[in-house]
Every structure is written in structure tokens, then in C-alpha cells.
């Protein structure tokens, strides 16, 4: 059924409805203006979701009894208020979301989407975000869309017919946008240092930010990689471009970049618009550890927040604060592990707060979150060098990490690796 106003779209909601929000840049933050305009009339409505855009407006005080955000993944839109308290964060393997959704550990009444017009044959399409997206389209009861002429038309597990929605409003507005990030010497020292580890036919998984973009810029000597990742960005449209990444090693989807969502420039929504070379999938399937293996080679490249002298990676906090989420780090460093070939990456910069703080440390803060154990981590990397962890003593990862933490911090590492791990060192 149309409607004018996404207010009228959203009247179906009910009290206690648990709601599921399509996330990413296909957050359809229209329809949550209008959650935010209707809840004060509801009571103990749920919002799940992942990292969504321009919805600060739902961490409003006012709203609490009446709606309630619980995010499996935090960003710069919920951080403040899932650590003040207003909104929860629920810690679980991007892959597992849609497990929740299907078997009915987590039962859904209603999903939020923003989708392209219907095709000749009814068909809208989620266009650059179908992550845990279509798995709550086989379950929610009610289904409101916001049709955007703007959403550009993907190809695989997007398609949504207009028959399944319930209620839809339209309106055209531009795709929020994600410019390519400054780089530093230290970014482009450590994306220098992450390609140097990338082989011909590497099969890639990496995201967002300026240490992928580093990498990816220095891949243009290389041959025949492929794409089978949880998301990519503008960093890969040159190599597509110059037939660098081709897709053509590749066991499963050859000759295609499978992905579940993108982020980045108009460019980089111009170029997945109707491209059977990009194919959007269920991220249950992307991130399955299962599928991750079958591609030969696979290269995984993750970042972190902190890593300890052991090798245990934090990645959602800083802290007792949340910062992100658990994601699909885990899913794809294990898949890698398992790949014939494969290996994984775990990039960060040495230091932080401007140089005042050591990222290797010889514990995690207290309350950080660790996302991927040590006996996971393969590769290390920061803008000083190289750790392999893998099959390492503790005593040896500690020496492994001091030689590629920043040069100020090395004597007290050692020390602490001494006095509180009791680890024998050889430096």
C-alpha cells in the first residue's frame, strides 16, 4: 500500500514490536525520522540493527520506554548512546545475525528497508546492503519501505518484490556518502608493508579506511586477485579498472566480487548499479567459514584497536567503551586459515593519541573486548614491521610484537613481558 509520508508507512507498528533496520549507507533513515515522530505513541518497541546512518535522533532520552535501539554493531550514530545507556550492544559474528532471524532465536515483527523502484517486473532491489537484510524479509511480519529512485539496482540476493511490502512511501535523496580517507606516512608505510604479503591470485577480504585504501594502492603490479569480502569500497574500482582484480582464481563465483554491502563514493555506487560482475549475498554465505575456504589463497585483512604482547586482538572497544562491533573479523580470519594457501592480516597503527599511547601493549585496557583470540592471529602489521604469530611461543610472539610496536615503547614492553607474563626473552 502507498503512502505519502513515512509517519503513515510506519502506523502499522505495534506496541513491544521488535523492528529489524536495513543498515550501512541503505540505512533508510527517512523511516527512522519517522520511528523517532510515532514512538512517543507506542510502548517497548525494539530497534535492531547494525552500524546505521543519521540516526542520532533515536538516542533521544525521550524516547526511553517507548523505543529501544539494540545494535549488533555500533557506530558513530548510536556510540554515545549504547554507552550512555540509552541503546544496548550485543557482541556476535556478523554471520550469525541471520541465524537469530531464521531459526527464530530472535523473533522479528517488522523490517525497515530503503529500496529501488520495482522493475517491469516488480522487483525492487536492496541495492548496496543486503547483509542480515533479506534473511528479516523471510520472517518479519510487516514489511515498510522507503522507494528511493536514487538506490542503485544490484544483482544477486537483493531483489525484493512488491508484493512482500506492506507499506512504502517514496521519496529521492542521495546515498550518504563516505569520501576516501587522508593518508598518513604511517598509513601508506603500513599499506606498503600489507601488500608485500599479497601474491598473485590472492582472493581478498578487507573494508574500509585508509589502510585498505593504502593496500590496494599498491597492488597495481599484481595479477589476477579476487574479491570474496563482508564489504569493499572505492579503493578497488582501479584495480577492476586496470584488470588487476579480475576475479578469474577464484573456485566460488568465478569472475565476480562477491560482497554483502558497499560503502564509498558516487563512483562507487555507479559502479555496482546493474553490474553482474558485483554479486550482493546473504551474509550468513559471505561470512560462512565454510564458503571463505573453498577459495584458494585467501588473504584477509582486518584492523584493531589494541593487540596485547600474547596476541589477542581487541576490535569493538576501547576500553570498557564500545567503540565498534565484533563484525565478520573472526569469520573471515578463520576462513583464511582454513583456505589452501590462505593467511590473515591483522593492521593497525603502532601508536594512538598522537603518539602518547602504544596499540601493542602488554595487556589489554580493562573491559577491552577480545575479538579475535591469539590462537587465531596470523600476521601482525604496523608501520615498523611484521609479526607472524602463527605457531608461536608466548615468549616469541612478545618479541615478534616489540620489534613492530613504535621505538619509545619498546624497553617497557620488554619489562612487562618479563615481570608480568614472566615470558624469557632473547632482547
Same mark, same amino acid.
Given at each position: 500500500?502507498?503512502?505519502?509520508?513515512?509517519?503513515?508507512?510506519?502506523?502499522?507498528?505495534?506496541?513491544?514490536?521488535?523492528?529489524?533496520?536495513? &543498515?550501512?549507507? $541503505? *540505512?533508510?533513515?527517512? /523511516?527512522?525520522?519517522?520511528?523517532?515522530? #510515532? !514512538?512517543?505513541?507506542?510502548?517497548? %518497541?525494539?530497534?535492531?540493527?547494525?552500524?546505521?546512518?543519521?540516526?542520532?535522533?533515536?538516542?533521544?532520552?525521550?524516547?526511553?520506554?517507548?523505543?529501544?535501539?539494540?545494535?549488533?554493531?555500533?557506530?558513530?550514530?548510536?556510540?554515545?548512546?549504547?554507552?550512555?545507556?540509552?541503546?544496548?550492544?550485543?557482541?556476535?559474528?556478523?554471520?550469525?545475525?541471520?541465524?537469530?532471524?531464521?531459526?527464530?532465536?530472535?523473533?522479528?515483527?517488522?523490517?525497515?528497508?530503503?529500496?529501488?523502484?520495482?522493475?517491469?517486473?516488480?522487483?525492487?532491489?536492496?541495492?548496496? &546492503?543486503?547483509? $542480515? *537484510?533479506?534473511?528479516? /524479509?523471510?520472517?518479519?511480519?510487516?514489511? #515498510? !519501505?522507503?522507494?528511493?529512485?536514487? %538506490?542503485?539496482?544490484?544483482?544477486?540476493?537483493?531483489?525484493?518484490?512488491?508484493?512482500?511490502?506492506?507499506?512504502?512511501?517514496?521519496?529521492?535523496?542521495?546515498?550518504?556518502?563516505?569520501?576516501?580517507?587522508?593518508?598518513?606516512?604511517?598509513?601508506?608505510?603500513?599499506?606498503?608493508?600489507?601488500?608485500?604479503?599479497?601474491?598473485?591470485?590472492?582472493?581478498?577480504?578487507?573494508?574500509?579506511?585508509?589502510?585498505?585504501?593504502?593496500?590496494?594502492?599498491?597492488?597495481?603490479?599484481?595479477?589476477?586477485?579476487?574479491?570474496?569480502?563482508?564489504?569493499?569500497?572505492?579503493?578497488?574500482?582501479?584495480?577492476?579498472?586496470?584488470?588487476?582484480?579480475?576475479?578469474?582464481?577464484?573456485?566460488?563465483?568465478?569472475?565476480?566480487?562477491?560482497?554483502?554491502?558497499?560503502?564509498?563514493?558516487?563512483?562507487?555506487?555507479?559502479?555496482?548499479?546493474?553490474?553482474?560482475?558485483?554479486?550482493?549475498?546473504?551474509?550468513?554465505?559471505?561470512?560462512?567459514?565454510?564458503?571463505?575456504?573453498?577459495?584458494?589463497?585467501?588473504?584477509?585483512?582486518?584492523?584493531?584497536?589494541?593487540?596485547?604482547?600474547?596476541?589477542?586482538?581487541?576490535?569493538?572497544?576501547?576500553?570498557?567503551?564500545?567503540?565498534?562491533?565484533?563484525?565478520?573479523?573472526?569469520?573471515?580470519?578463520?576462513?583464511?586459515?582454513?583456505?589452501?594457501?590462505?593467511?590473515?592480516?591483522?593492521?593497525?597503527?603502532?601508536?594512538?593519541?598522537?603518539?602518547?599511547?602504544?596499540?601493542?601493549?602488554?595487556?589489554?585496557?580493562?573491559?577491552?573486548?577480545?575479538?579475535?583470540?591469539?590462537?587465531?592471529?596470523?600476521?601482525?602489521?604496523?608501520?615498523?614491521?611484521?609479526?607472524?604469530?602463527?605457531?608461536?611461543?608466548?615468549?616469541?610472539?612478545?618479541?615478534?610484537?616489540?620489534?613492530?610496536?613504535?621505538?619509545?615503547?619498546?624497553?617497557?614492553?620488554?619489562?612487562?613481558?618479563?615481570?608480568?607474563?614472566?615470558?624469557?626473552?632473547?632482547?
Amino acid at each position: 500500500m502507498r503512502v505519502a509520508t513515512a509517519a503513515e508507512a510506519l502506523s502499522i507498528l505495534s506496541d513491544n514490536d521488535v523492528i529489524w533496520c536495513q &543498515s550501512m549507507a $541503505a *540505512t533508510p533513515y527517512k /523511516l527512522l525520522e519517522g520511528l523517532a515522530e #510515532i !514512538a512517543p505513541q507506542r510502548r517497548n %518497541m525494539t530497534l535492531l540493527q547494525l552500524h546505521t546512518e543519521h540516526s542520532e535522533l533515536l538516542g533521544d532520552p525521550a524516547l526511553a520506554g517507548h523505543l529501544r535501539q539494540r545494535a549488533f554493531f555500533v557506530g558513530k550514530s548510536t556510540r554515545e548512546a549504547v554507552n550512555e545507556g540509552l541503546a544496548d550492544y550485543v557482541p556476535i559474528f556478523l554471520s550469525e545475525i541471520p541465524k537469530l532471524f531464521r531459526s527464530g532465536e530472535q523473533p522479528l515483527d517488522a523490517v525497515l528497508i530503503q529500496v529501488s523502484p520495482p522493475d517491469a517486473h516488480g522487483n525492487c532491489s536492496l541495492g548496496i &546492503s543486503v547483509e $542480515a *537484510t533479506r534473511a528479516a /524479509l523471510q520472517v518479519a511480519k510487516k514489511v #515498510i !519501505a522507503w522507494v528511493n529512485p536514487k %538506490m542503485p539496482r544490484t544483482h544477486g540476493d537483493s531483489f525484493v518484490s512488491m508484493s512482500r511490502i506492506d507499506r512504502f512511501f517514496e521519496f529521492t535523496a542521495d546515498m550518504p556518502l563516505h569520501q576516501r580517507p587522508q593518508q598518513s606516512k604511517t598509513t601508506l608505510r603500513i599499506g606498503e608493508r600489507v601488500a608485500e604479503l599479497i601474491n598473485d591470485g590472492d582472493c581478498l577480504q578487507m573494508g574500509i579506511g585508509a589502510i585498505p585504501d593504502a593496500t590496494l594502492g599498491c597492488l597495481g603490479n599484481h595479477r589476477d586477485l579476487g574479491i570474496h569480502t563482508e564489504m569493499f569500497s572505492d579503493g578497488v574500482l582501479p584495480l577492476v579498472a586496470s584488470g588487476v582484480i579480475n576475479n578469474s582464481r577464484k573456485r566460488k563465483h568465478r569472475g565476480r566480487i562477491v560482497t554483502t554491502f558497499a560503502m564509498g563514493s558516487q563512483q562507487l555506487y555507479d559502479f555496482v548499479d546493474d553490474n553482474p560482475q558485483v554479486a550482493f549475498l546473504d551474509v550468513e554465505y559471505t561470512n560462512d567459514t565454510s564458503v571463505i575456504r573453498q577459495n584458494k589463497q585467501v588473504m584477509a585483512i582486518n584492523s584493531a584497536l589494541q593487540v596485547d604482547l600474547t596476541g589477542q586482538v581487541c576490535a569493538d572497544s576501547i576500553g570498557t567503551r564500545v567503540y565498534s562491533g565484533v563484525g565478520g573479523q573472526m569469520d573471515f580470519v578463520r576462513g583464511a586459515s582454513l583456505s589452501e594457501g590462505g593467511r590473515s592480516v591483522i593492521a593497525l597503527p603502532a601508536t594512538a593519541a598522537g603518539g602518547k599511547i602504544s596499540r601493542i601493549s602488554s595487556m589489554l585496557a580493562p573491559g577491552a573486548g577480545v575479538v579475535t583470540t591469539r590462537a587465531h592471529v596470523h600476521y601482525v602489521v604496523t608501520e615498523y614491521g611484521v609479526a607472524n604469530l602463527r605457531a608461536r611461543s608466548l615468549s616469541e610472539r612478545a618479541e615478534a610484537l616489540i620489534h613492530i610496536a613504535a621505538p619509545q615503547f619498546r624497553e617497557q614492553l620488554a619489562r612487562e613481558a618479563r615481570d608480568d607474563w614472566g615470558l624469557r626473552l632473547t632482547i
